[in-house]
């Protein structure tokens, strides 16, 4: 499967174990014609940061060893789980892929911002510092090309999205439009359940009576700044944010 894998064509392969455990830690060179295998031995406790790994730390374990490894965003590291004379995969093999595709921007990390226009220049500065931290988020000004039918783009920025954000002022009136976006965003909640997150910020003196009746059933955070409300966003997302490496 790793060797046919499109996304991962091109990279080095260290094996370690751990108990019933095989761990593969594989680093993404880019050179799909070489491909090394290395072995890491049997990992202790203390690098693996536990007694055993199992479905409740095995996430904390793979963020550890992605640390003690230096494990970049192109990287990925995969549990195997020893069944008899075998080894089952589970869902490691998702979660890599879904990394990877991320990564290397196969699927952008897209970001719906769902605001009144009055605020759009409030929303731009979000926006900016959004991109900056690799994400690519949707909005109307920039996302829809002339002519485009309103409706359907909105449509479109939703399914591309893992997360809308509305931006509560007391500008943020229920409107045609507006109503629409709550509805869409509640739509791919059901539909993408933790991989899709509705984010509300209440902001410039607004309160909860600003906030759409439908929104109520979800958090939302007033922050007191901006800064703070980039916090509250990336606290939100349903995409962990990575370690800090040094620029390529």
Known sequence: MI???PILSG???NIGTYKEWLILILIHTGISHVKMNGGCGELTSTIVGAEEINSNNKESVRRRLEKNFRVGPRDGIIFLEKNGSSYQIYDDADILLRKHEYAMGVVPMRIFLSHKGADKPLVR???STLETLGF?????EDAMSAGAELERSIIKGFEESCAAIFFITPNYKDEKYLASEVDYAIQEKRKKGDKFSIITLVLRSADSSNVPPLLHRYVWKQPSTDLEGIREILKSLPIQVGDTYWKE
């Open 3 to 5: 060797e046919a894998w």
């Open 125 to 127: 500065d979000y926006k």
């Open 136 to 140: 690519s988020p949707w909005l109307d």
């Open 11 to 13: 990279c080095n392969t």
